[in-house]
């Protein structure tokens, strides 16, 4: 059976530090791969999706960034950290042409 | 453009029946879903319907899509207090896209 990890489950960093928030997907083959962001008391944003190897597409501008170096894994990464970036992020994955996304547990950050 | 609305808070007593409304704009959406957010987790997929659908029931779970207002509503059979989650209603994208478009989400609350 599939399964989706990503890691770590909550992060507490300063502003304009580094981010990097990992995702692997097991039991599956070329998945498409999503990043999703829930702010407080607000739905979910699409930031990333990538339907293959160093295939990335961006949905909204932002401090953010996305790279896909192995086929199951998806990486979400930032420079330097704003305020605004706090949120709970989450990973997906779905199977092409399948409109059908699975999540992963998620992912607190908080921007201090 | 692509919308889904859905209102944010609902609360009704243990053993009554719990209905969540939706609201979507793009009718070329071929599937619509419903997903759990329980507190400090990840999605889980509860449901979903095909737009060549009217009803859809599973278990204590009845979903209801009225095509013609864009309108999807899940009803919960006999509300329990581990029930209480957010709810969110998603569209699929066109075909080929494979994404989804997810609403606000709605908070439901159970008391005994």
């Known amino acids: 059976s599939q399964t989706i990890h990503q890691w770590p489950a909550t992060l507490v960093q300063p502003v304009g530090s580094p981010l990097s928030l990992e995702c692997t997907v097991e039991?599956?083959?070329?998945?498409?791969l999503y990043w999703y962001r829930q702010a407080a008391g607000r739905g979910l944003q699409l930031l990333f999706y990538s339907i293959g190897i160093d295939q990335i597409s961006s949905e909204v501008p932002q401090n953010l960034s996305a790279s896909r170096p192995q086929d199951r894994q998806f990486i979400l990464s930032s420079k330097k950290l704003l305020l605004s970036d706090s949120g709970f992020y989450l990973c997906?994955?779905?199977?092409?042409?399948?409109?059908?996304?699975?999540f992963g547990e998620g992912s607190w950050l908080t921007v201090v | 453009g692509e919308d889904v609305e859905q209102s944010l808070f609902l609360s009704v007593r243990e053993g009554d029946s719990s209905v969540i409304n939706c609201t979507y704009t793009d009718s070329s959406s071929t599937y619509l879903y419903w997903y759990k957010q329980e507190p400090g987790a990840g999605l889980q997929l509860l449901t979903y319907?095909?737009?060549?659908?009217d009803m859809k029931q599973d278990q204590r779970l009845t979903v209801l899509l009225n095509k013609k207002d864009k309108h999807l509503s899940l009803r919960i059979a006999d509300t329990q207090t581990g029930d209480s989650a957010i709810y969110f209603c998603?569209?699929?994208?066109?075909?080929?896209?494979?994404?989804?478009?997810f609403g606000t989400g709605t908070r439901l609350q159970v008391f005994p």
């Open positions: 998603a569209e699929g994208a066109p075909r080929g896209t494979d994404k989804l478009i």
């Open positions: 319907i095909f737009s060549n659908m």
């Open positions: 039991g599956t083959s070329n998945p498409n």
């Open positions: 997906a994955w779905s199977v092409i042409d399948s409109n059908t996304i699975y």
